[in-house]
């Protein structure tokens, strides 16, 4: 009975069987799909209830805003909540001085004019602070699938290079390892030019503030694998 040769070779090839290992790689950039900010609402008093009440008040008032743009908001969440006493420093007893609390809010969009109009209208509400944005492809992006694909034909490419500088071809491919491909900056708050931050403690303006113009940050999606195939005996 006879057997392909490709799967009798032993694991580090054969001088009838030889073996190529080599490494594919690919570094693309894309136009990014989504963005995302993140909104801190405060508010502080002398009096815990009335500090809670500013603060739900502004809360609502920004929920309000963002939900006002309908379907180029993606995703919005509401995170950490927060009212904490801030006691005097002086005397003889503790005494609560004056309540702070916060709302941290993340809103997802991906309609990047909605997004300067939205950050400038959200910074010019009262005691509200804007961070962001953070550029990012989706994570099922087909970008990821491109980078995949152009790391495998570059892995092809440079083992038929290979064969080719030896008078050999490839004739199969025994291993393929995927190194995964991943977008280099998802949501990164130290990414270079990728994040802006605004503040504003102030009540609104009486005329509204002109949108930003943001430009958005081109992602870069890497891939790696690497690949043995096998070739027909060299030519030496």
């Not at 993340?106 to 109009?117: K, M, N, P, R, Y």
Request: glycine residues 8%.
């Amino acid at each position: 009975m006879t057997t392909d040769a490709s799967t009798t070779a032993a694991p580090y090839g054969t001088p009838e069987t030889p073996r190529v290992a080599v490494r594919g790689e690919a570094r693309l950039e894309f136009d990014p799909e989504i963005a995302r900010i993140g909104v801190v609402v405060s508010a502080r008093g002398t009096d815990r209830r009335g500090a809670l009440d500013d603060l739900t008040r502004r809360n609502s008032a920004v929920l309000d805003l963002i939900k006002s743009y309908g379907e180029p908001v993606e995703k919005l969440e509401t995170g950490a909540f927060s009212i904490t006493p801030e006691l005097t420093r002086h005397g003889r007893g503790e005494r609560v001085r004056s309540y702070h609390g916060r709302v941290h809010i993340t809103a997802e969009l991906s309609d990047f004019t909605t997004l300067g109009e939205l950050t400038t209208r959200l910074a010019d509400l009262e005691l509200t602070r804007v961070d962001g944005p953070w550029w990012a492809l989706r994570p099922d992006s087909p970008a990821h699938g491109e980078a995949r694909r152009q790391a495998v034909l570059e892995a092809v490419q440079r083992a038929r290079e290979y064969a080719d500088a030896l008078g050999a071809r490839l004739s199969a491919l025994v291993e393929l390892a995927d190194l995964g491909a991943e977008s280099a900056t998802p949501y990164d708050v130290g990414a270079p030019g990728g994040a802006m931050r605004m503040a504003a403690f102030a009540s609104a303006a009486p005329e509204s503030a002109p949108a930003l113009d943001l430009e958005p940050q081109r992602q870069t999606v890497y891939a790696q694998v690497n690949a043995r195939f096998t070739m027909t005996p060299p030519v030496l």
